[in-house]
């Protein structure tokens, strides 16, 4: 993944089906890198972050695997 990239997501079928929806009709996101949280205990949990619609959405790594390049050529 590449901070300020465009990405689609594919193989939405796959997905639960709460938030299927958002997502099979969200169009193309951007990747804008990691989002740490930092627990009281010292446990660090690694999310990512993306743009949909102008809007920032926290996803986990599992769904990284939804993610693939949008074709610039077209």
Request: hydrophobic fraction near 40%; charged fraction near 30%; include cysteine.
């Amino acid at each position: 993944m590449k901070i300020g990239k465009l990405y689609q997501v594919c193989h939405t079928w796959l997905l639960p089906h709460s938030s299927a929806e958002f997502w099979r009709n969200c169009g193309p996101v951007m990747y804008i890198g990691e989002d740490i949280i930092r627990r009281e205990d010292g446990k660090e949990i690694i999310n990512h972050a993306v743009l949909v619609d102008g809007k920032k959405r926290i996803i986990d790594r599992t769904f990284l695997k939804f993610l693939e390049p949008l074709d610039e050529n077209g």
